[in-house]
Structures are given as structure tokens and as C-alpha cells.
């Protein structure tokens, strides 16, 4: 049987948690995927960092609800996905990076953020071993945390199956099958499967699946490296982010897992373009002098081993969500600027409820943020 309500490509961070919501509400849903299973493109890259701590309420709305299902997870259906609420701590030492979290308070704490800006002391206790030297306090949202990309992306996919949604693997999408100006489906390189509606969850390659029906949509991959230590005795739980921009980095952040391991990622700036997923010898230098400069302590944790990823990149720093106006039928969920595993769980479901015509006024909020068709005229502060 290769006819269904929904087509979603791509089992990642995005597409699994938009199938599970499909699937619980019955609607009839295959995921189509070139890896060989869930979360073996950009979701194994991830670091695990949950937070609705963003600028923007549409990312707000979004995330608190992936926090609830994240921090509720193993109560409602028993698998660990090491879910661990620390908190994003965000250390100021430049009176300007305080003018600006202090500005955002007002639209956090209007949706519903439980954040405040703290003083130096408080983000030493938060951070213990902080450098203290011009530490002027920062900002702390306690509800924020983490948990494991594979381990959440494997649990969201068995619940999915128990609910009747169909997966296949090792399949390459050729194209979005499309006739007068709808879509049919998709055909990969060994079957057809039949569909009214596609859901663009393809990450990094979204461009190139919508080009298959001539539709151009503004997402840039980049590559960007991430690390992990050894693990030790726990003395943190918090992802801590430096937003202070230095040569060739803009900002960096890291946390220690349920495990004890610390786990690390920077942006580079410039951006480095492209699909290019091979470690760099500049990444680790560069990233451990801004780490242990921070916290000492961390001098002498080694390092197991790094990595490196794509980003999906808009140009204002927020995803791509919405209907296609020239081929019915096509929904993108594109974009995600690396922050498709916070976004996932909440935005299935209102991808969801996109499908079945039961938006909600917050879920407008979120749709018209993240409109395909915006302005892309005002970047997140927080991306």
C-alpha cells in the first residue's frame, strides 16, 4: 500500500516529532529518509541544548511546548532520554550584552519565560569556577535543559510506530511528484508513494528536494563543529552561553550532560558555507582557550572526540514554516538555523494541526513569524 494523507521527508529532528503528532492524531503518515534509520543526518550532530530562551515570541511559544514534552517524556511513556532541566545561563561581562538580555525580558516573561537577569553571585553558584573577574551577572531561565538527540529522536520514533506510522529507510527522494500545480507525492529511486500533501523536513537539503518542483526557498547550509569530553564528576548543569563575539568565533556554549561529560559548540564567524562535514584543527584550540579563559577548572578535561554539522540557515535566523503558494500540497518545515531539536516537538504539532485545519490564535503567532514569505527584514537576537 503506497497511498497516504501525509508524506513527510526526512526522519530528523523536525520529522519524527512531526509524524508522532500525525500519528496521534490518526491521520495516515510515511516518513521517508536516505539514512538507514531516525536521526542519522543532522539530529546525531546536535548537542542536545533545549531552551525557549529566544527573542522572538513565535520561538518562545514553540519551545515551551517541546519543553513540556522533553521534561515529561519519561513519566508519560518510561524511556530515559537523559532529559536534564539546568537551565541557559547567559554570563554578561560587557555592559552592552546587558543593555540587550535586560531589553528582551519583557517579551520573554509576556510568554510565558520563566527568566530573570541575576546578579554575579547568583551566576556563581549557577556556574561554580565562573570567572569572576568583570563579571557583571547575566541572565538565568531555570526551566530550560537538555537531553539526548539519539536517544529522544529513537523514543519519539517507537511511539510513532505504535501508533501506525510508517517509516522507509535507505530510500532516495528524486522528486515531489506534482500534476496541475498539486502535489501526488514523491517518487524515490525505487517506488512512487502517493500523497496530497509533502512535508519539507529535509533539513540541510530542503533547497534541493523543492527544486525538484522548481521551488527556490531561502535556506544556506553551514557547517559548524561541536565536541565532548571525557566524563566527571558533575559540578554543573546548566548550558552556559558566551554571547561575546572573538576573532573567528561569535558566540559558544557547552553543558555537561547527565553522564558528566561536557559538551561544547561555537559559531564561527564568517560563517562557513556549505556541506562540508569534515573536522578542522582550528575548532578545538579556538574553543577550549574560550572555554577554560571562562572556567579554568575545565583546563584539564580531555577531549574524546569532535565533530561537525550543518545548519540550515535563514536569513534572519528563524525557520522556514508554512504552505507553498505555488504547489498546493507542499508544506516546509526548513530552516531550522540549528535549532531543530528544541523546535521539533512543538512545532509538529503545529505542523499537525496545519494538516488538519485546527490552528489555534498561538500557533498564528507562530505561522506568521516563521511565514516562507516574510521580510526576512529583522534577525533573532538569540539565533
Not at 201 to 225: F, K, R, W
Not at 325 to 353: T, Y
Request: net charge negative; glycine share 10%.
Amino acid at each position: 500500500m503506497n497511498s497516504y494523507d501525509v508524506i513527510i521527508v526526512g526522519a530528523g529532528s523536525v520529522g519524527v516529532p512531526t509524524a508522532l503528532a500525525l500519528g496521534e492524531k490518526g491521520v495516515s503518515t510515511l516518513v521517508v529518509d536516505k539514512k538507514p534509520s531516525p536521526g542519522q543526518g543532522e539530529n546525531k550532530h546536535a548537542i542536545g541544548g533545549i531552551r525557549a530562551t529566544h527573542s522572538d515570541p513565535a520561538k518562545i511559544i514553540t519551545c515551551l511546548r517541546s519543553l513540556e514534552s522533553f521534561s515529561t517524556w519519561a513519566e508519560r511513556f518510561g524511556d530515559q532520554i537523559e532529559w536534564v532541566k539546568g537551565g541557559y545561563t547567559f554570563p554578561v561581562y560587557r555592559d552592552a550584552d546587558a543593555v540587550l538580555l535586560k531589553g528582551m525580558l519583557p517579551t520573554q516573561k509576556e510568554y510565558g519565560l520563566n527568566i530573570d537577569f541575576v546578579g554575579p553571585k547568583t551566576i556563581q553558584t549557577i556556574i561554580p569556577g565562573v570567572n569572576p573577574e568583570g563579571l557583571i551577572g547575566g541572565t538565568f531561565s531555570p526551566d530550560d535543559g537538555s537531553a539526548s538527540p539519539l536517544l529522544a529522536i529513537s523514543a519519539f520514533y517507537r511511539k510513532s510506530l505504535e501508533l501506525g506510522v510508517q517509516f522507509r529507510f535507505k530510500e532516495q527522494i528524486r522528486e515531489i511528484r506534482v500534476k496541475n500545480g498539486r502535489v501526488q507525492g514523491v517518487a524515490t529511486d525505487s517506488v512512487n508513494y502517493e500523497a496530497p500533501v509533502v512535508v519539507d523536513a529535509a533539513g540541510a537539503y530542503s533547497t534541493d528536494l523543492c527544486q525538484t518542483v522548481d521551488v527556490n526557498i531561502p535556506v544556506v547550509p553551514e557547517s559548524h563543529e561541536a565536541g565532548i569530553t571525557e566524563p566527571v564528576e558533575p559540578f554543573f548543569t546548566s548550558m552556559v552561553v558566551d554571547i561575546r563575539p572573538m576573532p573567528g568565533s561569535k558566540n559558544y556554549y557547552f553543558y555537561q550532560n547527565q553522564l558528566g561529560q561536557v559538551i561544547f559548540c561555537l559559531t564561527p564567524e564568517p560563517p562557513i558555507v556549505g556541506t562540508d562535514t569534515r573536522e578542522t584543527s582550528v575548532f578545538l584550540p579556538q574553543i577550549s582557550a574560550r572555554m577554560v579563559e571562562l572556567i579554568p577548572r575545565l583546563r584539564n578535561l580531555r577531549v574524546r572526540r569532535v565533530w561537525r554539522g550543518l545548519y540550515p540557515m535563514s536569513a534572519d535566523g528563524s525557520p522556514l514554516v508554512g504552505w507553498n503558494r505555488e504547489v498546493s500540497g507542499l508544506l516546509h518545515a526548513a530552516g531550522m538555523c540549528g535549532q531543530g531539536f528544541m523546535l521539533g516537538p512543538g512545532l509538529g504539532e503545529v505542523i499537525a494541526r496545519m494538516i488538519r485545519q485546527e490552528t489555534t490564535e498561538k500557533d498564528q503567532i507562530v505561522l506568521e513569524a516563521f511565514s516562507p514569505y516574510r521580510e526576512f527584514a529583522v534577525e533573532e537576537a538569540l539565533k
